[in-house]
């Protein structure tokens, strides 16, 4: 089976407001975006990526106008694989509760990694699951599916 990863939304914006194009983080976006490799998608995600981009402080620095958020949410959801997993119980959560729908995602039979650039997330993974940084996500190759 291909290795499969959830996306936190700090990976996507960091990745579309970058001007380094070598950057691990343009290397998952463009990935995602591709085709590339088999992400999973949830609806509250998908809702957190929507809000973050649509920030008044983030708009001016990555440039995209609101048709052009929807494109990028539309081109993700289209390669994406939806999930709509059920809430876990509050004991079993993310570090920080509003990652709960994340560690709801990485409980999917599918068993996918998180890519995330949050320290606390990564210094305080779930039992069940991997957590890795963009840059240890593309050096991992996922079975060559990232430059």
Same mark, same amino acid.
């Given at each position: 089976?291909?290795? &499969?990863?959830?996306?936190?939304?700090?990976?996507?914006?960091?990745?579309? %407001?970058?001007?380094?194009?070598?950057?691990?983080?343009?290397? !998952?976006?463009?990935?995602?975006?591709?085709?590339?490799?088999?992400?999973?998608?949830?609806?509250?995600?998908?809702?957190?990526?929507?809000? !973050?981009?649509?920030?008044?402080?983030?708009? *001016?620095?990555?440039? %995209?106008?609101?048709? =052009?958020? @929807?494109?990028? %949410? !539309?081109? /993700?959801?289209?390669?994406?694989?939806?999930?709509?997993?059920? &809430?876990?119980?509050? $004991?079993?959560?993310?570090? $920080? *509760?509003?990652? $709960?729908?994340?560690? $709801?995602?990485?409980?999917?039979? @599918?068993?996918?990694?998180? !890519?995330?650039? =949050?320290?606390? /997330? /990564? @210094?305080? *993974?779930?039992?069940?699951?991997?957590?890795?940084?963009? &840059?240890?996500?593309?050096?991992?190759?996922?079975?060559?599916? %990232? *430059?």
């Amino acid at each position: 089976m291909r290795l &499969r990863a959830v996306v936190d939304t700090n990976v996507l914006v960091g990745g579309l %407001l970058t001007a380094d194009p070598a950057s691990p983080l343009v290397a !998952v976006v463009d990935g995602m975006l591709s085709g590339r490799f088999l992400f999973l998608l949830s609806p509250a995600l998908v809702n957190e990526y929507r809000a !973050v981009l649509h920030r008044p402080k983030l708009r *001016p620095l990555h440039g %995209l106008s609101e048709d =052009d958020i @929807e494109a990028v %949410l !539309v081109e /993700l959801a289209a390669n994406g694989l939806w999930r709509d997993p059920e &809430r876990q119980s509050a $004991d079993a959560g993310a570090p $920080d *509760p509003g990652d $709960d729908h994340l560690w $709801d995602l990485l409980r999917t039979p @599918e068993r996918p990694v998180l !890519v995330t650039g =949050d320290q606390l /997330l /990564l @210094e305080n *993974p779930p039992s069940f699951a991997s957590v890795l940084s963009p &840059r240890s996500f593309v050096e991992m190759g996922t079975g060559s599916c %990232l *430059p």
